[in-house]
Every structure is written in C-alpha cells, then in structure tokens.
C-alpha cells in the first residue's frame, strides 16, 4: 500500500500560495509583459503617425500659403496684362491717344515718337516708347486731359511736363509720356488687339497687267503742267509711298489688315499694298493708312486732290482723306464711295474751298463701312497729286515761294537749314533773306523767312 502523505493545513495554504505566485508570474510573464510592449510598440506608431499628420499639416498649410501667393502673382500679372502694352506696337499707341485727344478740348496739333529703347525699372529691364505732345489750351482742359491718361486703359507715365502761359492767356507746353511692354517679362503667348506696323517689301508681282494698262513714269505726273479747257494747271505729288513711316490703324479691334511696301506701281519703284478685313455691326467702321509723322500740308485750297488706286474687285468701302485744320478739328473728305474699277484708276474730289480752313494737314487715308456688314480685300495706293490753276506757265516758274520757321531754344543758322532742306550748305540763303550775318544771334521764338 502506497502511503499516504498528510500536508498540515499550513503546508497546504504554502502551496497554494506558490501556486498563485507561479500563476502570477507566469501571466506577467507570458501575458502582461508582452501586452505591455503591445501597447509601447502602438504607443509609438501612434507617436509616428502624429509626426506624420503633422508634415502633412505643415505641407498642406504651406501650399494653401503657395496657392494664395500664386493667386496673387495671376491677380498682377492680369493687372500688368490689362495697364500695359503686350508690345511696343506704334499704331495702337498712336490709335489709344488719339481717343483721349478727340475726346478732348485740349489743343494738340502733333504727337512726336521716339524710338523705342530699354529701360530699368527696379530690377527688371523692359522696352519703354517717349512720346512728345505738345499742346495748348486752359487749366481746365489740361487738367481733364492729364486725368483722362490717368484713367486710360493702359498705363502712361508722365515723366515731364512744361507750361508756359501764352499771349492770349491759354497754357502751352509739352507733355513728355513713357509707354512700357511687358513682353520681355511675362513669358506666354499674348494677343494683341491691334496690327503693327508692316514695311517688308513683297517682291512677287500679285496681278498680270490687264487690257489697256500701261507703266508711266514719275516725271509724267510730278510737277506736270497741261491745259484743260484754256486753264493752265500743275500737278503736284504730295506722296508717292516711297519711304517709310506709314501704319495701319483701326477704329475698333475688329478691324484688322496691315500695310506694305510693294515691288509694282503707278509710280516710282513701289506702291503700298494695303490688307484690310472690316466687321461691324450696329456702326460705322474704318481702317486707317496713317502718315501722320510726314507732315503733309496743304497751304491753301487746290482744285482737286487724288490717289492712284489699284483694285482687284469690287468694295462696297468707301475711300477718303482725313485732314486735320490747326485747331486740331478733323475734316474728312469722301473720294469714292464704294470700289467697282479693276486695276490702277486716279480717284479724286474737289478738297474745302474756304480760306480759313487752311493749312490743313493730311493725315490719313480711310476706308470706311456701314454698319452690319463686313468685307475683306487688298488694295494698292500709289501718288497722292493736288492740282492748282496756273495764270501762267512761265510766270509760275519763275515764281518764289516761301514758308516759316519758328526758331527753337539752341537752333542755329546751319541747324535749320539741314532741317528745313536736309544739309546745312544752304544756311546762307536762310540768311540773305533775313538780313542776317555769320555773328547774328538767333533769338528762341523769332521768326525766319524760308526760302522753298
């Protein structure tokens, strides 16, 4: 028999006591401990992924910053976009000022353009055009004029101004303005309403001479003197399109063409070929052949005055003359309505017969049409001629004619005479009909007699 073993009741809760430590280690052991690292180990992905959401924070706040910046940089870029020039385009500088002038009172006879040139505007260095326009006219109009370029729709900077007061009481002076692009800083492609200036010379003859055309030379037409129904007359060439400086202008943006200088002519060496493709709507619009720079007068009134024009078809547009009178008023002047002629024709009409209009200076050639109608084409132009009666032939030759010159601040004797005839070989002219010597003073504001 096996025996038995009798535990005291001490011995029995010893046991049991030990039984309960093993228990207890064991469960700290095998499960607590190994919680315990658990919840470190989540504790510090728990601690990981705050670092996380916090760069995400960081990123996002920082972008929400990026994008409002890079909205602010679109708000200047689309204001420089709308107060400046996309390029220094002459004609559509030339088309916006001439708005702010006819809106105006103010008494603005010219506008001289310099040629364009870079200037440094902080850092950035950027294409500026001058502009000179001298004026006259009150306090009021001046300060309406100065407040209409302020406002304008793109930018004009006054970087000068002169005044001075006049014998009849009205202001003169002379608006000095810069003109800026931001072509060379904004990268993009930008369109422009407006169309430059073209003077490529196209060399490809566009059209086979038709039956009964014929060449004539420039010694044909310039200074030509005939008789027409026992009157002596001359015809004289205002322009004949061989130099440069012309431009295309419109009256709205959608107008658009160009102009060119053109291998075949009426007359000389080259024409000017003119594109042009009009829309309108509810009024009348035009496109404008612009030589306004050349300084064109008109004296006193001739008989007649013309264009030499080459069509291809017909136009339902209507060719004319725009002068302007020394007041600065406009005065068109309807030389054919509509085009129905193919090939050269001598397009003319008597000009304003009233003495007081003159001297009117020509300024541009338009074409004109109605409202809801558009049309499209190329036209050439060649000689602008005036024609004046003659008493007599040989009376007329013989005959001096004479103009006048304002002298300017720092003018010479030699300066003048290479303005008004292009070399200073003939300041003595200048001088024998002024009385003048080699040692004579000249005095800004006098007036000089200029032999033609």
């Given at each position: 028999m096996k025996k038995r073993i009798n535990l005291s009741k001490k011995e029995k809760?010893?046991?049991?006591?030990?039984?309960?430590?093993?228990?207890?280690?064991?469960?700290?052991?095998?499960?607590?401990?190994?919680?315990?690292?658990?919840?470190?180990?989540?504790?510090?992905?728990?601690?990981?992924?705050?670092n996380e959401l916090f760069k995400i924070?960081?990123?996002?706040?920082?972008?929400?910053?990026?994008?409002?910046?890079?909205?602010?940089?679109?708000?200047?870029?689309?204001?420089?976009?709308?107060?400046?020039?996309?390029?220094?385009?002459?004609?559509?500088?030339?088309?916006?000022?001439?708005?702010?002038?006819?809106?105006?009172?103010l008494k603005i006879p010219s506008m001289y353009f310099k040629v364009p040139d870079y200037e440094m505007l902080g850092d950035i260095e950027t294409k500026c055009l001058g502009i000179s326009i001298p004026f006259e006219g009150s306090y009021g109009e001046l300060g309406t004029f100065l407040s209409d370029l302020t406002f304008s729709s793109k930018r004009f900077l006054v970087n000068q101004l002169t005044i001075s007061k006049a014998d009849n009481g009205n202001l003169i002076g002379q608006i000095s303005l810069n003109a800026y692009s931001y072509d060379e800083i904004i990268d993009g492609n930008i369109d422009s309403t407006y169309n430059t200036e073209v003077q490529k010379v196209i060399k490809e003859d566009p059209f086979i001479p038709y039956e009964g055309y014929s060449a004539e030379s420039v010694e044909d037409v310039y200074g030509e003197d005939?008789?027409?129904?026992?009157?002596?007359?001359?015809?004289?060439?205002?322009?004949?399109?061989?130099?440069?400086?012309?431009?295309?202008?419109s009256t709205s943006p959608d107008v658009t063409g160009k102009v060119s200088k053109f291998s075949s002519s009426k007359h000389g060496k080259y024409s000017l070929r003119t594109e042009f493709f009009i829309y309108t709507e509810n009024k009348e619009e035009r496109a404008y052949i612009v030589f306004d720079d050349k300084d064109i007068f008109l004296k006193y009134p001739p008989t007649s005055i013309g264009v030499w024009a080459h069509s291809y078809g017909y136009s339902p547009v209507t060719l004319g003359f725009r002068f302007q009178d020394q007041e600065g008023n406009k005065v068109d002047l309807e030389l054919s309505k509509g085009v129905n002629w193919i090939g050269w024709e001598f397009i003319e009409t008597m000009p304003p017969?009233?003495?007081?209009?003159?001297?009117?200076?020509?300024?541009?050639?338009?074409?004109?049409?109605?409202?809801?109608?558009?049309?499209?084409?190329?036209?050439?132009?060649?000689?602008?001629?005036?024609?004046?009666?003659?008493?007599?032939?040989?009376?007329?030759?013989?005959?001096?004619?004479?103009?006048?010159?304002?002298?300017?601040?720092?003018?010479?004797?030699?300066?003048?005479?290479?303005?008004v005839y292009g070399t200073k070989?003939?300041?003595?002219?200048?001088?024998?009909?002024?009385?003048?010597?080699?040692?004579?003073?000249?005095?800004?504001?006098?007036?000089?007699?200029?032999?033609?």
């Amino acid at each position: 028999m096996k025996k038995r073993i009798n535990l005291s009741k001490k011995e029995k809760n010893l046991l049991i006591l030990l039984l309960l430590v093993m228990l207890l280690w064991l469960f700290y052991r095998f499960v607590f401990t190994r919680q315990s690292i658990k919840i470190s180990e989540l504790e510090q992905e728990k601690n990981n992924y705050y670092n996380e959401l916090f760069k995400i924070d960081t990123i996002l706040a920082r972008d929400k910053t990026i994008i409002k910046e890079w909205s602010e940089l679109n708000e200047d870029v689309r204001y420089i976009q709308d107060k400046y020039f996309a390029v220094i385009d002459q004609p559509e500088i030339m088309h916006m000022l001439n708005d702010i002038v006819d809106s105006n009172s103010l008494k603005i006879p010219s506008m001289y353009f310099k040629v364009p040139d870079y200037e440094m505007l902080g850092d950035i260095e950027t294409k500026c055009l001058g502009i000179s326009i001298p004026f006259e006219g009150s306090y009021g109009e001046l300060g309406t004029f100065l407040s209409d370029l302020t406002f304008s729709s793109k930018r004009f900077l006054v970087n000068q101004l002169t005044i001075s007061k006049a014998d009849n009481g009205n202001l003169i002076g002379q608006i000095s303005l810069n003109a800026y692009s931001y072509d060379e800083i904004i990268d993009g492609n930008i369109d422009s309403t407006y169309n430059t200036e073209v003077q490529k010379v196209i060399k490809e003859d566009p059209f086979i001479p038709y039956e009964g055309y014929s060449a004539e030379s420039v010694e044909d037409v310039y200074g030509e003197d005939y008789q027409i129904d026992g009157e002596i007359k001359t015809r004289i060439t205002l322009e004949d399109f061989e130099g440069d400086d012309i431009f295309f202008m419109s009256t709205s943006p959608d107008v658009t063409g160009k102009v060119s200088k053109f291998s075949s002519s009426k007359h000389g060496k080259y024409s000017l070929r003119t594109e042009f493709f009009i829309y309108t709507e509810n009024k009348e619009e035009r496109a404008y052949i612009v030589f306004d720079d050349k300084d064109i007068f008109l004296k006193y009134p001739p008989t007649s005055i013309g264009v030499w024009a080459h069509s291809y078809g017909y136009s339902p547009v209507t060719l004319g003359f725009r002068f302007q009178d020394q007041e600065g008023n406009k005065v068109d002047l309807e030389l054919s309505k509509g085009v129905n002629w193919i090939g050269w024709e001598f397009i003319e009409t008597m000009p304003p017969q009233d003495i007081n209009l003159y001297p009117l200076k020509l300024q541009r050639i338009y074409l004109e049409l109605g409202k809801n109608k558009d049309d499209y084409g190329v036209i050439l132009f060649d000689n602008i001629e005036i024609e004046y009666p003659l008493r007599d032939n040989e009376e007329q030759k013989q005959e001096k004619s004479f103009s006048f010159y304002l002298v300017q601040y720092g003018d010479t004797l030699e300066s003048i005479s290479e303005k008004v005839y292009g070399t200073k070989l003939k300041y003595k002219e200048i001088m024998k009909e002024n009385g003048l010597s080699n040692n004579s003073c000249l005095e800004a504001g006098e007036i000089l007699v200029i032999p033609n």
